[in-house]
């Protein structure tokens, strides 16, 4: 006769499994290297650095643009500021140490899907809006930047440098497995075989 019952289910078997689950889980934050930041610590510094590699490189674009056209100012700070960034991300954002070539042409794709997305977006507002004012543009653009922002850290800190920790930690993050709450009873009811 077999049992209804799978032998990981009899009483307290259930509690030593799900318990061990959770501290195999719930310890990946203490296994992260120490320099390596959290994800919320992560994107602190994601914001500081991208957002002050932005302001630098709108001052620094505006001063080029003198000496040469402004296309062409654009698009060597625009090249200088995503190797910069990359740079800053790989030792102080995500902790991982110098970036290597592939971190920065991953980044750098990264980098032009986000001025694709904040390029679309003024785009479609002046398809809706053809006399939209610098007000509204502002507010497409910074809308459109910030989601950019978000989808490119999600990048960044998942594929272009993510570690083995990275990994464990988006493995705890998931919601834990629902366990019954009350006493664990445990049935033993004989099946005839065929």
Do not use: C
């Amino acid at each position: 006769m077999k049992s209804l019952v799978s032998p990981k289910l009899k009483p307290g078997r259930v509690d030593e499994a799900w318990q061990a689950e959770r501290t195999e889980t719930g310890t990946a934050a203490a296994r992260r290297a120490p320099g390596t930041p959290g994800p919320l610590a992560s994107f602190a510094r994601f914001v500081l650095f991208g957002g002050g590699v932005g302001v630098a490189s709108s001052a620094a674009v505006a001063g080029l643009a003198g000496l040469m056209p402004w296309a062409a100012a654009n698009a060597l700070i625009t090249i200088a500021s995503t190797a910069l960034g990359t740079e800053l991300h790989a030792r102080f954002t995500f902790g991982t140490g110098r970036a290597g070539w592939r971190q920065h042409w991953q980044s750098a794709g990264s980098a032009a899907a986000a001025f694709a997305v904040t390029s679309a977006a003024v785009l479609v507002l002046h398809l809706v809006q053809p006399s939209a004012g610098a007000l509204y543009e502002q507010v497409a653009y910074l809308g459109a930047a910030g989601l950019a922002g978000v989808g490119r850290f999600l990048v960044l800190r998942l594929f272009v440098f993510a570690t083995s920790q990275t990994r464990t930690t988006a493995r705890a993050m998931e919601p834990a497995p629902a366990r019954e709450a009350g006493p664990q009873v445990s049935l033993l009811l004989p099946i005839p075989a065929l």
